[in-house]
C-alpha cells in the first residue's frame, strides 16, 4: 500500500525537477513551480487517500478559475511583455516583480480606487449638504493588500486592535438611567458626565446658555454583542472629540431590536440635560437597525437633528438566511456567538429575572446552538418585552412557548420581527447611510434601495469594496476610516447649515421686532398712535411700547424643523 501510494509522489517530483532546470535562469518562475509542486506533493502525501484526489481537483479547479479572470490574465500577459523588453534592454533580474507590481498599481488607480455613489432626492438641503461635506469627493482608497471584502471585514479588524496598544485610550465614564420599564440604560461619556442644567436658568429661558451647554453631542450605537471599546466607537469617538464635541456611547444590552422606547428614554435624557446643545447619532451594525427602527417609528418627533448609520442592518431575517446559505460558514457562527453574548448580557441587566442560571435552563436557552435566528427567537418567546411580567420562572405559557418554538425552523418564525427596510420611509430628520455592495454580512437588497430614493430626508453613499464596518484605507489599519470621515463631514456640514439659518432668522427676527421691515414713515406714525392711545406727547416713546429684546434662541430641534420645511424641490417655487 505503500509502495502504490508513493508512485505518484516521485513521479510528480521527478516532473519538478525537470521543470526546475528548464527555468533555472528565472527566478520568479521557479518560485511559481516550487510552490505548485510543494501544495501538489503536500496534498497528495498529507491528505487521506480517499480524498486525495478531490482535494487535489478542488485545487487545480480554483487555480484555473483564478487563472480565467480576465484581470489576472491580463496583468500577468502585460507584466511579462514589460519584463521580456526590460529583460532584454537592461538585463535585470527584478524586471518581472517590477512589471507585476507596476502593473498592480495601475490596476488598483483604476480599477479599485473609487468616489462613493450618492443616491438622494434632488432638493436643495441634500445638495448643499453634499457639497458642503464632500461626499462625493472624498476618494475611498482601500488598504493596497486588503482589497478583498473578508480582509476588510476581519482582517483589518483584528489589526486595527493593535493601535490601542500604544494610542492614547479612550476613558469613559458610566451614568445609569431608568429605562421606561424600571431597568437601568447605561450611558458612557467620553472624559466626563454632562451635568444637568441649572433649575432656575432652565425655568427662566432667557440666559444664553454657555459654550459647554452648547456643545454638539454625538450619541454612538455599537453593534451586536459589542460594546463601548470596539475599535469602530473608539476611533468614532477620538475624532469627535477631536472636533470638540460631546460624545456619549449607548451600551444597550436588551436583545429585541424591534424595540425603539430604550433610545427613546436615552435621547430625552441627553436632550434633557442639555436643551441648547445640538444632538447627534450613529449607529453601527445592528446599532443602525436600532436607529433606523427609532427613527422610522417616532418621524419628526424626536430630539435629534440628523443621524448616520454605518453598515446598518436593514433586514435581521433576510441578513441571517442570506449568510447561512451564500456567505463563510464563519460568519454565520461569529453572528451566532454575539447573539448569544448579547443575550447572556440581557439576562444580567433584565430586574425581572432573579435567577439568570435557573432561567436559562428552565426556557432551555443554552441548548440553541449557535444559529443566529434561532437564539433571537427562542429568547423573545421566553423574555417578551412586556413590563407587567415580573417573574418569567412562573409564567407557564412563555415556557410552554418557548418549548414549542425550539422544534419549529428559526426561519419560518423570525419573519413575523418588523425590520428597518420596513420603516425607512418615516424617517423625518437628515440620516445618511453608508454601505458597501460586497457587504457579507449586511447586504442591501435592490427594494431597500428603492425606498432609500423615495424619502427625500436620507442620503445614502454605497461604496463597490469596503466589506462590513471596514472602509480600512490606510497601509496599516490605524487611525480613522473612511466611512467615520464620512460621518464626520456629514455631521458637520449639518450643524453649519443649521447655525447658518439660526443666525439669518435670528437677524429677521431682532429686524421684525424692531419695525425695520415697515414702509417709510410708518415707523413714526405707528409709535404717535401708541404714543396718543396712552395718554402721552406725540414723539415721545415710553418704556412699555419700546420694543422688546430678541427671545431666547431657538432648540435645535425646533430649528432642524424650520430648515426641513423651508426644503423645497428645484423647480417647485
Given amino acids: 500500500m505503500a509502495s502504490a501510494s508513493q508512485g505518484p509522489v516521485q513521479a510528480l517530483a521527478k516532473l519538478s525537477k525537470v521543470a526546475l532546470r528548464i527555468s533555472a535562469r528565472n527566478r520568479v518562475a521557479v518560485a511559481c513551480l516550487s510552490a505548485w509542486s510543494s501544495i501538489t506533493l503536500l496534498l497528495l502525501a498529507g491528505a487521506p487517500r480517499k480524498h486525495r484526489w478531490s482535494l487535489l481537483s478542488l485545487f487545480y479547479r480554483s487555480l484555473w478559475m483564478a487563472l480565467r479572470s480576465s484581470h489576472l490574465r491580463n496583468m500577468v500577459f502585460s507584466a511579462a511583455v514589460v519584463s521580456y523588453i526590460a529583460g532584454k534592454r537592461v538585463k535585470s533580474k527584478l524586471a518581472m516583480p517590477l512589471s507585476l507590481g507596476t502593473l498592480y498599481l495601475l490596476y488598483y488607480h483604476f480599477s479599485v480606487k473609487e468616489n462613493a455613489c450618492i443616491r438622494c432626492q434632488a432638493s436643495y438641503w441634500n445638495t448643499m449638504i453634499v457639497e458642503k461635506a464632500r461626499l462625493a469627493q472624498q476618494p475611498f482608497c482601500p488598504t493596497i493588500w486588503a482589497i478583498n471584502r473578508h480582509a476588510q471585514t476581519i482582517t483589518c479588524l483584528v489589526l486595527s486592535m493593535v493601535e490601542w496598544l500604544w494610542s492614547k485610550p479612550v476613558t469613559y465614564v458610566r451614568q445609569c438611567i431608568v429605562g421606561w420599564d424600571g431597568n437601568e440604560q447605561h450611558l458612557d461619556w467620553v472624559d466626563e458626565v454632562l451635568q444637568p442644567q441649572a433649575e432656575e436658568t432652565r425655568r427662566s429661558g432667557q440666559e444664553v446658555p454657555s459654550s459647554a451647554e452648547s456643545r454638539p453631542i454625538c450619541l454612538l450605537i455599537h453593534g451586536l454583542g459589542d460594546d463601548r471599546f470596539h475599535p469602530a466607537l473608539l476611533r468614532m469617538a477620538r475624532l ?9 456611547a449607548w451600551s444597550y444590552w436588551r436583545l429585541d431590536f424591534s424595540e425603539t422606547r430604550d433610545l427613546t428614554v436615552v435621547v430625552d435624557h441627553i436632550s434633557q440635560l442639555a436643551p441648547q446643545a445640538p444632538l447627534m447619532a450613529i449607529g453601527w451594525s445592528a446599532g443602525g437597525h436600532i436607529l433606523l427602527n427609532y427613527l422610522g417609528t417616532v418621524g419628526k418627533s424626536t430630539q435629534l ?30 453572528l451566532g456567538m454575539q447573539a448569544f453574548k448579547c443575550m447572556r448580557r440581557h439576562v444580567k441587566n433584565d430586574r425581572r429575572i432573579s435567577d439568570p442560571g435557573r432561567f436559562m435552563e428552565d426556557f432551555r436557552l443554552t441548548r440553541v446552538g449557535l444559529e443566529p435566528a434561532r437564539i433571537y427567537d427562542n429568547f423573545l418567546a421566553a423574555c417578551p418585552s412586556d413590563p407587567h411580567l415580573s417573574s418569567f420562572e412562573s409564567v407557564a405559557s412563555a415556557k410552554a412557548a418557548a418549548k414549542s418554538r425550539e422544534e419549529e425552523l428559526a426561519y419560518k418564525v423570525f419573519e413575523h420581527y418588523p425590520a428597518a427596510c420596513h420603516n425607512l420611509g418615516g424617517i423625518g430628520i437628515p440620516t445618511l447611510l453608508v454601505y458597501s455592495q460586497d457587504d457579507p454580512v449586511a447586504n442591501l437588497d435592490p427594494s431597500s434601495v428603492a425606498e432609500l430614493e423615495r424619502n427625500r430626508n436620507i442620503i445614502a453613499a454605497s461604496t463597490v469594496r469596503g466589506g462590513h464596518v471596514g472602509f480600512y484605507d490606510t497601509f496599516f489599519p490605524a487611525g480613522s476610516t473612511w466611512d467615520a470621515r464620512m460621518a464626520a463631514a456629514y455631521l458637520g456640514a449639518v450643524l453649519e447649515a443649521l447655525s447658518q439659518t439660526h443666525y439669518m432668522l435670528s437677524i429677521l427676527k431682532e429686524a421684525t421686532e424692531q419695525g425695520l421691515f415697515a414702509g ?3 415707523n413714526a406714525t405707528s409709535a404717535d398712535a401708541k404714543a396718543k392711545a396712552a395718554g402721552q406727547a406725540p414723539g415721545v416713546v415710553s418704556a412699555a411700547s419700546r420694543p422688546a429684546p430678541a427671545a431666547s434662541t431657538l432648540r435645535p430641534s425646533v430649528m432642524r424643523r424650520i430648515c426641513s420645511q423651508s426644503d423645497v424641490r428645484p423647480g417647485a417655487v
Avoid: M
Wanted: aromatic content about 16%.
Fill in 240 to 248: 469627535c472629540r477631536n472636533r470638540g464635541w460631546r460624545v456619549v
Fill in 305 to 334: 437633528v440628523c443621524a448616520v448609520a454605518l453598515s446598518p442592518a436593514f433586514d435581521l431575517f433576510t441578513h441571517s438566511k442570506l449568510i447561512a446559505e451564500e456567505e463563510n460558514a464563519f460568519y454565520y457562527r461569529f
Fill in 520 to 522: 417709510p414713515g410708518q
